[in-house]
């Protein structure tokens, strides 16, 4: 009776740990898909709000590998562009930019200072977290709007008349500060400054280094296509042209290796629960022969026996896979509200999962099932 009620003991702890083997390989497989399907989600809605036809436009290298430039006229040229709808240029200053005029030189923290046109925002989707932009009076003085990550480097939490930073030799004063710009990461490590405060103060030459275009949807290709021979129609092989989006759908592509690595963790997971299972009802069968021979001498047949314990079986993974997809869905709607993204679980992922459980708890409960059925009334009544 001692070792009976451990037994007794014992077979629902099996068959609890089993049930979870299988959770949580269902729930990391599930959690995988969700997580990368949001992120998915929210990068779609990024690039909805923020376009992908903005084109950049930079210099290259010369034959002879020397660094180009492009020519002062670039942006007024892609202008004429017919299906060209906005054009903004920057062009790099060479100075630093400091917190105060008593940090060291070699400390800039790599940040940059760019000269800006006043219509940049439009046209790269930048928004202002504190201050004003640039206009055409604070365009002509020392006025600068820091990038986000300049602006936390700086310690400069917002913009304001007493809010100065070290640039070029001479304060500037911060009126804004500027949001992450996904699709233009370099002005978030920048002070941006007027193109005319550029000459004037920091004897800037005047060559753009980056023309930032937007064109109608269906004519991105045409446009990319014609860009570098209109930004420099003497050497159009000095001029690069990108397409800031395809960085993001490159990020994408990374995040989906990493998430097939994943979701190769979770198989494995699954079928150490599903081993577990299959353990759990082998001994369920050696723990049961006495009650599979009163049932076969009461008239149960071999098809009986082999149902019930298969039922058992898939009823056991199913337990485990239903847990596994409430608590995947419940962490992939955790990190989402964590990250700011839209919370996804695709529907196939779970259904996949339910499937996947049964599918592996019928394999699992196979061998024993027909191992039951297969006792004799006789020789499983004379087991002790």
Not at 56 to 67: A, E, K, R, Y
Not at 274 to 295: C, H, P, Q
Not at 364 to 376: H, T
Request: net charge neutral; hydrophobic share 45%; glycine share 12%.
């Amino acid at each position: 009776m001692r070792v009976g009620a451990i037994g007794l003991r014992t077979r629902p702890t099996r068959a609890l740990l089993s049930a979870l083997g299988i959770a949580i390989g269902i729930a990391a497989m599930v959690a995988v898909v969700g997580i990368s399907a949001s992120s998915r989600a929210e990068l779609d809605q990024t690039l909805d709000r923020l376009g992908t036809n903005l084109l950049t436009v930079s210099p290259g290298s010369s034959l002879f590998g020397q660094d180009a430039k492009l020519p002062v006229e670039a942006a007024t040229m892609i202008e004429r562009i017919g299906p060209v709808t906005d054009v903004s240029a920057v062009g790099r200053v060479d100075t630093k930019v400091y917190r105060s005029d008593r940090i060291p030189a070699a400390e800039s923290g790599s940040l940059g200072v760019r000269a800006t046109d006043l219509d940049l925002p439009a046209t790269v989707g930048a928004e202002l977290a504190d201050g004003t932009w640039l206009n055409a009076a604070t365009a002509r003085y020392p006025a600068t709007v820091l990038g986000a990550t300049a602006a936390s480097r700086l310690g400069v939490p917002e913009a304001g008349p007493d809010r100065q930073v070290w640039l070029g030799g001479r304060w500037f004063t911060v009126v804004g500060i500027l949001r992450p710009v996904p699709l233009a990461a370099e002005l978030d490590t920048a002070a941006l400054i007027g193109w005319p405060a550029a000459e004037s103060y920091l004897d800037f030459d005047g060559h753009a280094t980056t023309v930032y275009t937007r064109s109608a949807e269906s004519q991105v290709e045409a446009v990319s296509g014609v860009l570098a021979a209109t930004a420099n129609p003497e050497a159009p092989n000095e001029v690069k042209v990108s397409r800031p989006s395809d960085a993001l759908a490159a990020q994408l592509a990374t995040d989906k290796a990493f998430t097939g690595l994943l979701l190769g963790l979770g198989a494995v997971a699954l079928l150490v629960g599903g081993v577990g299972v299959a353990n759990t009802m082998v001994v369920s069968v050696l723990e049961r022969r006495a009650e599979i021979g009163l049932r076969r001498s009461l008239g149960a047949t071999r098809g009986q026996v082999r149902g019930q314990f298969l039922t058992e079986s898939l009823l056991l993974a199913a337990l485990g896979g239903v847990g596994g997809v409430l608590l995947g869905g419940l962490v992939t709607t955790a990190y989402a509200l964590f990250q700011g993204w839209p919370g996804v679980v695709p529907a196939w992922a779970t259904l996949g999962g339910l499937c996947a459980t049964l599918v592996i708890g019928g394999v699992a409960g196979l061998y024993p099932a027909v191992r039951a059925s297969r006792l004799s009334p006789t020789e499983a009544l004379s087991t002790p």
